[in-house]
């Protein structure tokens, strides 16, 4: 009925954006992208940068704790999930996997990251230190044995995360003030409240880093 009324205005009457012609060129404009995409088999970017299918691994050697490995992964692979079921080292946890809790930190060169929002062709050949790598020998490191000693965990899940984190600390402030510490670790939760015992766990290890002269 609509349609039939405005016919019979005549020619010029009808407005100039109508619902049916918007319809119509939104639907030839998506044509015209479509038609512009790259498809998924054989495809190329327009830059011609090549696209990998999903499922398909690609080399990558990661330095680890001092040790290199060369392995095929996934693009999409995060460094936990690789440094977990990849290369077993299960050290570093996976709590929250979407970079909110911090059990799964770990060191890329001296910096904390988050391993589950870390992909690992990011930190190619690059140093990366876990928890097993804070070890001197078979003893344990200069904050894990200060963890031990002022019974800075309970459950033990965030410890990883939070012994890392205070590492990642030490080596750049070697003499962190407690609001330093605070702030050092505030991005690792321990659901089981355990930060007072953290905080002088922290004190501990500068005091033991020093008192030794290293940094780890």
């Known amino acids: 009925?609509?349609?039939?009324?405005?016919?019979?205005?005549?020619?010029?009457t009808e407005p100039g954006v109508t619902r049916r012609r918007f319809l119509t060129g939104a639907g030839i404009g998506a044509v015209g992208l479509a038609a512009g995409a790259p498809t998924?088999?054989?495809a190329t970017t327009t830059d011609s940068t090549p696209i990998i299918e999903a499922g398909e691994t690609v080399p990558v050697t990661l330095r680890i704790n001092g040790i290199r490995h060369r392995l095929l992964v996934e693009p999409r692979w995060s460094l936990a999930y690789v440094l977990r079921e990849r290369l077993a080292m299960t050290g570093t946890k996976l709590g929250c996997d979407r970079g909110e809790c911090g059990a799964c930190t770990v060191l890329v060169g001296?910096?904390?990251?988050y391993s589950c929002m870390t992909l690992a062709l990011?930190?190619?050949d690059r140093e990366i230190t876990t928890l097993e790598g804070l070890l001197e020998?078979?003893?344990l490191g200069a904050v894990q044995r200060a963890f031990k000693e002022k019974d800075a965990f309970q459950c033990g899940y965030c410890t990883?995360?939070?012994v890392v984190a205070v590492e990642g600390l030490l080596r750049s402030n070697p003499d962190p003030s407690l609001e330093e510490?605070?702030?050092?670790?505030?991005?690792?939760?321990?659901r089981c409240g355990t930060y007072p015992n953290i905080f002088k766990a922290a004190r501990l290890a500068?005091?033991?880093k020093r008192a030794k002269g290293v940094r780890s």
């Open 1 to 12: 009925m609509r349609d039939n009324h405005r016919k019979k205005k005549g020619k010029g």
């Open 40 to 42: 998924a088999e054989g």
């Open 110 to 113: 001296d910096v904390t990251r």
């Open 122 to 124: 990011e930190v190619e």
């Open 137 to 139: 020998g078979e003893e």
């Open 160 to 162: 990883p995360g939070q």
């Open 181 to 190: 510490i605070r702030t050092g670790v505030s991005g690792n939760l321990c």
């Open 206 to 208: 500068a005091d033991l």
